[in-house]
């Protein structure tokens, strides 16, 4: 017993050394919502008040970890919350530069894996439905302005959403944009090598036929949105470009290597010019996976043996790390903080 108080107190003291280091405070919890069969796995990164003991998040074979203090106290005050939704096969702690980087300008950053479009869990057919999508941020933000662990300290008046790729479109839905199914049909018979129809099509998908894809998810206690690489830009439906939340940052990673079903810029679809007050901003040289985490010295390597998607690719010149800082502050900028 005495040797187990002797490597708590241990413990506890490389904590407190490390405090200088101002990681993010970090947490897991499962999400019961209506909508879903299963809890939804979630987390939360919020600016710490102490130390607890420094762990690694978003560990594996490809991705570099990003270091954060286990459920520590939250800082005081009231911060700003930032719903975060990852893209197409892709999970919410292998963004933790982005998530850790946000709570160093102060935010508390909420984000769920999105059953059926996650890591190990990526269908077509159940990645088509951007309504489950939305109401996956919509339930978690029902679930931390309940808890009273957390609630105190969130500002409820500077609520933001950022999205990447197929979470750029959830977020768009989440501001109050809509898209047609049978828009992104047409476009996907026309164009079927398309990298917003390439994966659908692969499971048999007709965009039309499924309600979630063309529904109403607008949340509005969102005030602020940054959207990343969206999927599906040229299939909103252009009646609800108007009413969407005034303000929106869209991001375009790239420029002769930025993916043509993304751009949201004007040789692309000009999403940007056609949301109210729109801010859009340009970061290269990159490409669209230069948004994913930093990757260990044998990712590239094993993403080719297995042949999978070159997520550890970069375009000559590109220093990804670079790019992440300056996605950081792009997207701070954009949610006020």
Known sequence: MKRLALLSMLALAHAGSVAADMLPGYDRFDLKADHRARPIAASIWYPAANATYRAPVGDGPIFDPTFAFIGPAIAKGAHPLVLLSHGSGGNADSLGWLTSGLVANGAMVLAVNHPGSTSGDSSPRRSVDLEARANDLTAALDMILADSAFAPFIDQDRIGVVGFSLGGATALGLAGVRFDGATQDARCSNSPEAADCVFFRLGGVRFANDPGFGAEARDPRISRAVIVDPGFGSAVVPDTLQGALAGITLINLGDIDRLGAADVGPNGNNLASRLPDASYVEIAPANHFTFLGTCKPRAAA?????????????????DRAAVHLQLIEAIASGLGL
Request: aromatic residues 0%; negative net charge; hydrophobic residues 25%.
């Open 302 to 318: 094993l993403l080719e043996e297995a042949k999978d998607d070159p997520i550890c690719t970069d375009p000559e010149g590109t």
